[in-house]
T-cell receptor, first 114, second 114 residues
Framework: GESVGLHLPTLSVQEGDNSIINCAYSNSASDYFIWYKQESGKGPQFIIDIRSNMDKRQGQRVTVLLNKTVKHLSLQIAATQPGDSAVYFCAEKRRGSTLGRLYFGRGTQLTVWP | DTGVSQDPRHKITKRGQNVTFRCDPISEHNRLYWYRQTLGQGPEFLTYFQNEAQLEKSRLLSDRFSAERPKGSFSTLEIQRTEQGDSAMYLC????????????FGPGTRLLVL
Protein backbone atom coordinates (compact mmCIF):
# COMPACT_ATOMS: atom_id res chain seq x y z
CA GLY A 1 0.00 0.00 0.00
CA GLU A 2 1.01 3.62 -0.13
CA SER A 3 3.23 4.68 2.69
CA VAL A 4 5.90 7.02 3.87
CA GLY A 5 9.05 5.05 4.51
CA LEU A 6 12.75 5.33 5.10
CA HIS A 7 15.58 3.62 3.26
CA LEU A 8 17.81 2.94 6.27
CA PRO A 9 16.68 2.14 9.79
CA THR A 10 20.02 3.15 11.37
CA LEU A 11 22.80 5.60 10.58
CA SER A 12 26.06 6.04 12.47
CA VAL A 13 28.32 9.02 11.85
CA GLN A 14 31.39 10.57 13.39
CA GLU A 15 30.99 13.86 15.20
CA GLY A 16 31.66 16.71 12.79
CA ASP A 17 30.68 14.75 9.68
CA ASN A 18 27.61 15.53 7.63
CA SER A 19 24.58 13.22 7.91
CA ILE A 20 22.04 12.43 5.23
CA ILE A 21 18.78 10.76 6.17
CA ASN A 22 16.53 9.60 3.36
CA CYS A 23 12.80 9.13 3.02
CA ALA A 24 10.71 7.72 0.18
CA TYR A 25 7.04 8.42 -0.28
CA SER A 26 4.63 6.89 -2.72
CA ASN A 27 1.57 9.15 -2.58
CA SER A 28 1.73 11.69 -5.39
CA ALA A 29 -0.95 13.71 -3.63
CA SER A 30 1.45 14.61 -0.81
CA ASP A 31 2.07 18.34 -0.86
CA TYR A 32 3.73 19.10 2.45
CA PHE A 33 6.57 17.30 4.20
CA ILE A 34 8.03 17.66 7.66
CA TRP A 35 11.08 16.27 9.41
CA TYR A 36 10.82 15.55 13.12
CA LYS A 37 13.50 14.56 15.62
CA GLN A 38 12.52 12.32 18.50
CA GLU A 39 14.78 11.69 21.46
CA SER A 40 14.17 8.74 23.74
CA GLY A 41 11.11 9.22 25.95
CA LYS A 42 10.15 12.52 24.34
CA GLY A 43 7.65 13.70 21.76
CA PRO A 44 8.66 14.49 18.17
CA GLN A 45 10.36 17.85 17.77
CA PHE A 46 9.83 19.88 14.58
CA ILE A 47 13.03 20.39 12.60
CA ILE A 48 12.14 21.69 9.16
CA ASP A 49 9.39 21.48 6.56
CA ILE A 50 8.99 21.92 2.84
CA ARG A 51 6.08 22.36 0.48
CA SER A 52 5.85 20.45 -2.77
CA ASN A 53 6.37 23.61 -4.83
CA MET A 54 9.94 23.80 -3.51
CA ASP A 55 13.01 21.62 -4.11
CA LYS A 56 15.17 22.76 -1.24
CA ARG A 57 14.87 24.53 2.06
CA GLN A 58 17.59 25.40 4.53
CA GLY A 59 17.57 25.92 8.24
CA GLN A 60 20.23 26.15 10.86
CA ARG A 61 22.65 23.25 10.05
CA VAL A 62 19.83 21.39 8.30
CA THR A 63 18.72 21.23 4.69
CA VAL A 64 15.74 19.39 3.27
CA LEU A 65 15.74 18.32 -0.36
CA LEU A 66 12.64 17.20 -2.21
CA ASN A 67 12.73 15.28 -5.48
CA LYS A 68 9.16 14.92 -6.65
CA THR A 69 10.15 13.01 -9.78
CA VAL A 70 11.32 10.03 -7.75
CA LYS A 71 9.23 10.83 -4.67
CA HIS A 72 12.25 11.19 -2.42
CA LEU A 73 12.96 13.43 0.53
CA SER A 74 16.23 13.86 2.39
CA LEU A 75 17.43 15.63 5.50
CA GLN A 76 21.01 16.81 5.57
CA ILE A 77 22.59 17.71 8.89
CA ALA A 78 25.86 19.62 8.70
CA ALA A 79 28.64 19.13 11.26
CA THR A 80 26.69 16.48 13.15
CA GLN A 81 26.93 16.71 16.93
CA PRO A 82 26.32 14.14 19.67
CA GLY A 83 23.14 16.04 20.55
CA ASP A 84 21.80 15.16 17.11
CA SER A 85 21.56 11.50 18.13
CA ALA A 86 17.87 10.61 17.93
CA VAL A 87 15.27 8.97 15.72
CA TYR A 88 14.33 11.09 12.70
CA PHE A 89 10.92 10.81 11.08
CA CYS A 90 9.65 12.21 7.86
CA ALA A 91 5.95 12.94 7.75
CA GLU A 92 3.65 13.97 4.95
CA LYS A 93 0.38 15.75 4.59
CA ARG A 94 -1.71 14.69 1.60
CA ARG A 95 -3.56 17.18 -0.55
CA GLY A 96 -7.25 16.47 -0.52
CA SER A 97 -7.11 14.34 2.61
CA THR A 98 -8.89 15.53 5.63
CA LEU A 99 -7.56 18.27 7.48
CA GLY A 100 -4.16 18.03 8.91
CA ARG A 101 -3.57 14.32 9.37
CA LEU A 102 0.14 13.51 9.13
CA TYR A 103 1.43 10.20 7.83
CA PHE A 104 4.72 9.12 9.40
CA GLY A 105 7.37 6.69 8.26
CA ARG A 106 9.13 4.27 10.61
CA GLY A 107 12.08 6.51 11.37
CA THR A 108 15.88 6.38 11.17
CA GLN A 109 18.00 6.05 14.29
CA LEU A 110 20.96 8.44 14.00
CA THR A 111 23.91 7.74 16.29
CA VAL A 112 26.75 10.24 16.48
CA TRP A 113 30.09 8.97 17.76
CA PRO A 114 32.52 11.36 19.44
CA ASP B 1 7.17 26.87 28.89
CA THR B 2 4.47 27.58 26.31
CA GLY B 3 4.65 24.28 24.45
CA VAL B 4 2.16 21.44 24.35
CA SER B 5 1.83 19.73 27.71
CA GLN B 6 0.43 16.30 28.53
CA ASP B 7 -0.56 14.68 31.78
CA PRO B 8 0.27 12.19 33.13
CA ARG B 9 3.62 11.41 31.55
CA HIS B 10 3.39 7.75 32.55
CA LYS B 11 0.46 5.51 33.41
CA ILE B 12 0.45 1.88 34.49
CA THR B 13 -2.92 0.19 34.71
CA LYS B 14 -4.43 -3.24 34.87
CA ARG B 15 -6.32 -4.72 31.98
CA GLY B 16 -9.98 -3.75 32.08
CA GLN B 17 -9.47 -0.45 33.85
CA ASN B 18 -10.33 2.95 32.35
CA VAL B 19 -7.70 5.63 31.86
CA THR B 20 -7.90 9.29 30.88
CA PHE B 21 -5.16 11.48 29.49
CA ARG B 22 -5.08 15.24 29.21
CA CYS B 23 -3.50 17.52 26.61
CA ASP B 24 -3.04 21.27 26.85
CA PRO B 25 -2.15 22.73 23.44
CA ILE B 26 -0.20 25.86 22.66
CA SER B 27 -2.59 28.62 23.68
CA GLU B 28 -3.22 30.24 20.31
CA HIS B 29 -3.59 26.94 18.44
CA ASN B 30 -7.13 26.01 17.43
CA ARG B 31 -6.26 22.57 16.05
CA LEU B 32 -5.46 19.62 18.26
CA TYR B 33 -4.44 16.10 17.26
CA TRP B 34 -4.00 12.78 19.03
CA TYR B 35 -1.56 10.17 17.77
CA ARG B 36 -0.45 6.80 19.08
CA GLN B 37 3.09 5.49 18.79
CA THR B 38 4.27 1.97 19.46
CA LEU B 39 7.89 0.94 19.89
CA GLY B 40 9.93 1.28 16.73
CA GLN B 41 7.13 2.87 14.75
CA GLY B 42 6.18 6.35 13.72
CA PRO B 43 3.15 8.05 15.25
CA GLU B 44 -0.23 6.97 13.91
CA PHE B 45 -3.11 9.43 13.68
CA LEU B 46 -6.07 8.86 16.00
CA THR B 47 -8.27 11.94 15.90
CA TYR B 48 -8.35 15.67 15.26
CA PHE B 49 -10.20 18.69 16.61
CA GLN B 50 -10.68 22.14 15.26
CA ASN B 51 -11.77 24.24 18.21
CA GLU B 52 -14.30 22.03 20.03
CA ALA B 53 -15.40 20.07 16.97
CA GLN B 54 -14.01 16.58 16.42
CA LEU B 55 -13.59 16.52 12.66
CA GLU B 56 -11.89 13.21 11.97
CA LYS B 57 -11.42 9.86 13.67
CA SER B 58 -9.10 7.12 12.53
CA ARG B 59 -10.22 3.52 12.24
CA LEU B 60 -7.67 2.89 14.99
CA LEU B 61 -10.02 4.66 17.37
CA SER B 62 -12.23 1.81 18.51
CA ASP B 63 -15.44 2.24 20.45
CA ARG B 64 -13.43 1.98 23.66
CA PHE B 65 -11.69 5.25 22.84
CA SER B 66 -13.29 8.65 23.21
CA ALA B 67 -11.81 12.11 22.91
CA GLU B 68 -13.24 15.46 23.87
CA ARG B 69 -12.30 19.08 23.65
CA PRO B 70 -15.27 20.71 25.38
CA LYS B 71 -14.17 24.34 25.40
CA GLY B 72 -11.84 24.30 22.45
CA SER B 73 -8.79 24.45 24.67
CA PHE B 74 -7.53 21.33 26.48
CA SER B 75 -8.51 17.85 25.33
CA THR B 76 -8.96 14.51 27.03
CA LEU B 77 -8.52 11.02 25.61
CA GLU B 78 -10.23 8.23 27.50
CA ILE B 79 -9.69 4.52 26.97
CA GLN B 80 -12.29 2.24 28.53
CA ARG B 81 -11.70 -1.41 29.43
CA THR B 82 -8.02 -1.20 28.56
CA GLU B 83 -6.34 -4.09 26.80
CA GLN B 84 -2.66 -5.01 26.67
CA GLY B 85 -2.59 -3.95 23.03
CA ASP B 86 -3.38 -0.41 24.12
CA SER B 87 0.11 -0.11 25.60
CA ALA B 88 1.78 2.69 23.66
CA MET B 89 2.86 6.31 23.76
CA TYR B 90 -0.08 8.65 23.28
CA LEU B 91 1.00 11.91 21.69
CA CYS B 92 -0.87 15.17 21.41
CA UNK B 93 -0.02 17.88 18.90
CA UNK B 94 -1.45 21.30 18.12
CA UNK B 95 -1.33 23.75 15.25
CA UNK B 96 -2.96 26.85 13.87
CA UNK B 97 -5.12 26.72 10.76
CA UNK B 98 -3.04 29.34 8.99
CA UNK B 99 0.25 29.33 7.18
CA UNK B 100 2.19 26.08 7.29
CA UNK B 101 -0.07 24.53 9.94
CA UNK B 102 2.98 22.95 11.52
CA UNK B 103 2.06 20.44 14.22
CA UNK B 104 3.97 20.77 17.48
CA PHE B 105 3.99 17.74 19.71
CA GLY B 106 3.83 17.33 23.45
CA PRO B 107 6.03 14.94 25.46
CA GLY B 108 3.47 12.15 25.32
CA THR B 109 1.83 9.87 27.86
CA ARG B 110 3.32 6.41 28.04
CA LEU B 111 0.68 3.80 28.87
CA LEU B 112 1.46 0.30 30.08
CA VAL B 113 -1.43 -2.11 30.47
CA LEU B 114 -0.61 -5.14 32.61
Amino acid sequence: GESVGLHLPTLSVQEGDNSIINCAYSNSASDYFIWYKQESGKGPQFIIDIRSNMDKRQGQRVTVLLNKTVKHLSLQIAATQPGDSAVYFCAEKRRGSTLGRLYFGRGTQLTVWP
Amino acid sequence: DTGVSQDPRHKITKRGQNVTFRCDPISEHNRLYWYRQTLGQGPEFLTYFQNEAQLEKSRLLSDRFSAERPKGSFSTLEIQRTEQGDSAMYLCASSTNQGRETQYFGPGTRLLVL
